[in-house]
């Protein structure tokens, strides 16, 4: 089984090809403005390396074009927000709490109509569906292109949203449309707003997808294409241009993957040191654990699953203070290999106390002899000091934890850390990112409210449900496991009111024959 | 009189939530409620307890009900200002001001939302310092006040008054159930007070003291001090331990979130956290070392934010502070209505800042 796994990050797109559970061949090109060259660029980097042959079953890729493009406000439609809660919510109507030049470029008008439900699955309100063909009129009459609904308690009852999505079908036949229910948790506001972010790049991603299957096609590989998700599982091309907020942060999660790959570790913390920064967070069972907070995308307050990452300014770029010791936050960036000391440059940068440290082996190391010592061990100190401190807060247990290195700059990683048993550093470490979108697998998810059962039974009928979710995604029944469990009790509610969440993750259907017969090695992500 | 400006409301935000001590609910979606309205024109006025005439009539609102549906239906101010309305009606007389039930949470921002829809100011008190779960665990219940009558009120038009019952047990039992059947969520207006049971019963000072602890937080990141520092000065409270939560175990009894959270505070150092909707009790080695009605604020390490029962999680960094307990609960009927005991505690409270 062969797969290529591709990140088109800002500045790089890296590429790898794996066969089973070995790396073949890794590669970096400069991303282009138009992504199709960057991948081109790639791909024929590749083919240099290795030969790629023509037996490739799945092309996996990982982007944050689209969380880009929400932070620079470009390529956002206009959306036509739907929300079934009236009488209730109405003082907060769609898009009241955005940020203003984000809200006026993709404010196309809000309804709020009358229906819904309730936590308990009681209907709030019958549903006003000539409330919802009135809108669906205005929509037509405004020519708006993409729509999002959102009713109230979705995640518990999806219906009114699924009836509401069929009107505007019949009466906006074109028009792309986003359900809540499919994104988001208990959250009314946040839930709506991810709903629209949504909409308002479902025409960007469709172009963007469509473009990345051009370059995979016109560089002679022919096998199907997945766009990897936040949670580091991936889903087909087209269902990933249905939901881009879904591909956000795809990035730094492939990293970390990549690196439970690479190091056959499901359990430990990861810490990926780039240019600018240093991400650290928590692989559980193979996965970034996930945070269950708010988070804000380009401003906006939305509530999806996002891993817990924690990004700080330590990178090999980072510029340094001679006086302090300090390290970064500002860094020079890919302007590294100009402005570095040992590339003849006159600013000091992490990079360079790694060179003199003899840490790293870059540039002349001959520019750099001249660093006090006082200022060499002051800088690593502080570098291991903040990596310590990171650590620490990242982790969730008790006890000593692994330490997985990976990323251009891991070398500032000292060998012994406290709170940290052993640090693991793995081969192919600086393309993890890519290696991560390769091996991606098929999730399924639930986040609900069960009443009137018990613990054990609201979670196995929460797992049976994400089960039906994964293998509708795409996913191999036969390769099904559970990766995540969590249960919340809700205070107040009768009837032992339990919010469960769940994941299931599995192969994808029609790739995985073949993989176990791989002399019986079973890596960490079969597990 | 002092006017109230969206700095005000912004700062009231964070500091509400800090005096929630752990419950409350979050007040963000009445801040959105109240960004809005001050982006037309819109007057708040904050009064002294001591303004107000015996005979003056003033309005108890709040929320009842579940955080997680508020999440849903929102919070809507005309629904808030209608169980005022409905109260006139029921009572046949208007109301002087208007004011919180608990400071603490998103209850405490409620008076500012009536206020702004009625026309009358926000009075600077509430009845509980901070949040508790119970109807009657307030100083109005302390002072045997008459916990009737009662207005609930549903966005779809369902309005039930609650018109008399014998005790404050009996309030939390008849209206938790109307409650319960709106969706586990109201809109409403307690037991209206007279100007003298205010001035007599009422907390004062608590809304401007919610503002200014948050003030105090917004101001010390503004500038990278120290925001817990800074909320220790401003408010005379004790700092108890800071640490890492390494545990956290809920349950749902009764209808109230009840659990606890493990600190670790050094290698080997464990210190427990009890709730009940709210923080309870602290142990250190099996003893009690701080309790409820002493307020017990647990606080995001880095930013002095309030971190909430519902949402603390593993590996958070945390520092605990103790924040002095309104004089009313500290009687012997306001420690048998919210001492340690009123929580099914075996032992008798001893506040932290008595050494």
Known sequence: MKRIGIDVGGTNTDAVLISGYDVLASVKAPTSENVTGGILAALSALRREVDVGDDVEAVLIGTTHFINAVVQRRSLAKVGAIRIAAPATTELPPLCDWPTDLGRIIDGGSWIVEGGFDYDGRRFMPLDRAAIRKACRDIRNNGLAHVAITGMFSPLNAEDEQIAAGIVLEECPHASITCSHELGGIGLLERENAAILNACLVHFAQETIEAFGRAVASAGIDAPLFITQNDGTAVTADQAAARPVYSFVSGPTNSMRGAAFLSGLDDAIVIDVGGTTSDFGNLISGFPRTANDVVHVGGVRTLFRMPDLVSIGLGGGSVINPDTCAIGPTSVGFRLVEKALVFGGNTLTASDIAVAARLANMGERAKVAHLPARLVDGVLARARTTIEDYVDRTTTQAGDVTLLAVGGGSFFVPEKLAGVSRVVRVEHGDCANAIGAAIAQIAGEVDQVFQGLTRPEAIAQARELAEQRAITAGADAKTLSLVEAEDIPIAYLPGNALRVKVKVVGEIANLQRGVRTDAGQVPSVYA | ?355
């Open chain 2, 1 to 355: 009189m002092t006017p109230i400006g969206l700095d005000d409301i912004e700062a009231l935000a964070v500091g509400a939530w800090i005096l929630g001590t752990g419950g409350g609910g979050s007040p963000h979606h009445a801040l959105l409620c109240l960004r809005r309205i001050f982006t037309k024109s819109a007057t708040i006025e904050l009064i002294d307890p001591s303004v107000l005439d015996d005979d003056d009539l003033v309005a108890v609102v709040s929320y009842m009900g579940a955080p997680l549906v508020i999440q849903e239906r929102l919070v809507d101010s005309a629904q808030v200002a209608r169980a005022v309305t409905l109260m006139q009606e029921h009572l046949g007389r208007h109301f002087r001001a208007v004011m919180a039930l608990e400071i603490g949470g998103g209850n405490g921002m409620l008076p500012m939302l009536a206020a702004a829809q009625l026309g009358i100011p926000v009075v600077d008190a509430d009845a509980m310092g901070r949040a508790y779960p119970e109807a009657q665990m307030t100083s109005f219940a302390v002072g045997d006040l008459r916990p009737a009558p009662l207005t609930t009120v549903d966005p779809r038009g369902i309005e039930v008054i609650v018109s008399n019952v014998p005790t404050w047990k009996w309030m939390e039992r008849a209206s938790r159930k109307v409650c319960v059947e709106y969706g586990s969520i109201a809109a409403t207006c307690k037991a209206p007070r007279t100007g003298a049971e205010v001035k007599r019963w009422g907390i004062p000072g608590t809304t401007s003291k919610a503002i200014r602890l948050g003030r105090a937080v917004v101001e010390a990141n503004r500038h990278h001090r120290d925001p817990i520092e800074a909320i220790l000065t401003s408010e005379h409270g004790k700092w108890l331990f800071a640490g890492k939560i390494v545990e956290v175990e809920r349950r749902t009894t009764a209808g109230f979130l009840r659990g606890k959270a493990v600190v670790e505070v050094a290698a080997d150092e464990h210190i427990v956290l009890d709730f009940q909707n709210e923080w309870t009790v602290i142990w250190r080695d099996g003893k009690p070392i701080a309790s409820t009605p002493d307020l017990i604020c647990v606080l995001n390490s880095d930013s002095g934010e309030a971190i909430g029962t519902e949402v603390i999680r593993y590996g958070q960094r945390v520092t605990a502070i103790a924040l002095p307990s309104p004089d009313v609960f500290l009687t012997q009927q306001g420690l048998e209505n919210v001492g340690p005991r009123a929580f099914g505690y075996d032992f008798d409270f001893r506040s932290v800042f008595v050494s």
